[in-house]
Nanobody, 120 residues
Framework: QVQLVESGGGLVQPGGSLRLSCVASGSILSIGALGWYRQAPGKERELVAT???????TYVDFVKGRFTISRDNAKNTVYLQMNSLKPEDTAVYYC??????????????WGQGTLVTVSS
């Protein structure tokens, strides 16, 4: 019914920047909160940042001041601008959305992930 597709991952040197995008498609009536999560090798998935339908943002401490989450409601898209990247930011990044579909059901949807590798 609803798909999330991430893009923008890749290999970047320490101190570099990447911008991740996540586009939602399908039988969408509205999108509520959006979030970015990440999972490093051998570790559990962890929250990175969230943005409410009204644009309120939250960040975990280890990305504050370096990452910025934003959304374009007209495009059903959420972004994650990542600056000053560190090797420890290496992970698969996933987007998450709370979606109201046209049948008025609320779904939690995950993307397939995009790999970010920070290495010299």
């Amino acid at each position: 019914q609803v798909q999330l597709v991430e893009s923008g991952g890749g290999l970047v040197q320490p101190g570099g920047s990447l911008r991740l995008s996540c586009v939602a498609s399908g039988s969408i009536l509205s999108i509520g909160a959006l979030g970015w999560y990440r999972q490093a090798p051998g570790k559990e998935r962890e929250l990175v940042a969230t943005i409410s339908s009204g644009g309120r943002t939250t960040y975990v401490d280890f990305v504050k001041g370096r990452f910025t989450i934003s959304r374009d409601n007209a495009k059903n898209t959420v972004y994650l601008q990542m600056n000053s990247l560190k090797p420890e930011d290496t992970a698969v990044y996933y987007c998450n959305a709370q979606v109201i579909v046209r049948t008025l059901s609320e779904l939690e949807v995950w993307g397939q992930g995009t790999l970010v590798t920070v290495s010299s």
